[in-house]
């Protein structure tokens, strides 16, 4: 048996906090991953004496490779058939770090990480390491090599992106769980008189299928359009096939749905009060790899 030297010691014990941070950046899980290995490639290659604080070293690193990503990122979103939803991540075993707070269930949510889409690459940058992981200006500003000043006026401009369209999610966990558990039996169910009493007004439903496996090609909007929607979906024939398993996703509670042993999708519903105002979807079979080895 090979025991890891302690440069490889020390990098594990980061490797964590490093992923929670691609992923972040980047919504891609797959991608967080590559960028993960190859921070730990240039980690390994680095002259590791010269290195007062790796943390902050390996912080730097994967940031500023997230950066170079984020702009061939941007021209496969454009490109990308349907919705894009992020790709999903089970959060209840710490796969995304603590999540103690509601600022750090928010910061992985699937909502937040798509308002993040609208930010510079820079703006999510400071925004992900202020907010996610609390990083000071100073500290900012020597990984992007900005000054603090620049640090603050990103994050300021981040945080009113966010907020002027962000939904905060109300209910507590438990109260989640409620709501998700009736939404899901009603939609199953075809109950009309439930889905009505659940649904918010202004419910959108956004399914992710990549253009690979049948998803609608637009956000469905409105109370009427989604509930046809939802009943549509509960008519088709498969439904009777079908495994549901209710779980943490993105420090949220969603709904699994496998037939045999595939997972065929990811649902994470967004709950404000007690009232489901966003429904995603993620069907596109190479999203759902993470969780799918997640679940082993």
């Not at 390996?58 to 058939?81: D, F």
């Not at 469905?220 to 209710?246: C, F, N, Q």
């Amino acid at each position: 048996m090979t025991v890891p030297g302690p440069e490889v010691t020390l990098f594990e014990q980061q490797r964590r906090r490093l992923f929670g941070l691609a992923y972040r950046m980047l919504g891609s899980a797959a991608e967080a991953e590559d960028i993960v290995q190859d921070a730990f490639l240039r980690w390994h290659g680095a002259d590791r004496e010269r290195i007062e604080t790796p943390s902050a070293w390996l912080a730097k690193v994967v940031t500023n490779l997230c950066l170079n990503r984020l702009s061939s990122a941007q021209v496969k979103r454009e490109s990308y058939i349907g919705p894009w939803l992020p790709e999903p991540v089970l959060t209840g075993d710490g796969a995304l770090g603590p999540l103690e707070t509601v600022e750090q269930r928010d910061s992985v949510s699937l909502g937040v990480l798509i308002l993040l889409e609208r930010l510079t690459p820079p703006e999510r940058a400071v925004f992900v390491l202020r907010e996610a992981f609390g990083h000071q200006h100073r500290e900012i500003a020597e990984i992007l090599e900005i000054d603090e000043a620049h640090s603050r006026q990103l994050h300021l401009r981040a945080r009113k992106h966010v907020a002027d369209a962000r939904t905060r999610f109300a209910a507590e966990s438990d109260q989640q769980r409620r709501i998700v558990e009736r939404f899901l039996a009603a939609t199953l169910e075809g109950d009309v008189a439930g889905l009505e009493k659940l649904l918010a007004d202004e419910v959108v439903s956004w399914a992710d299928g990549g253009g690979t496996v049948t998803a609608a090609r637009r956000p469905i909007a409105g109370k009427d359009r989604v509930l046809r929607y939802l009943l549509g979906m509960s008519g088709r024939p498969e439904v009777a096939l079908v495994r549901t398993e209710i779980t943490e996703v993105n420090g949220h509670v969603a709904v699994l749905f496998h037939v045999g042993d595939v997972l065929m999708a990811v649902l994470v519903p967004d709950v404000d009060g007690d009232r489901v105002t966003a429904v995603r979807m993620v069907l596109n079979p190479d999203k759902l790899a993470f969780v799918t080895a997640q679940l082993g």
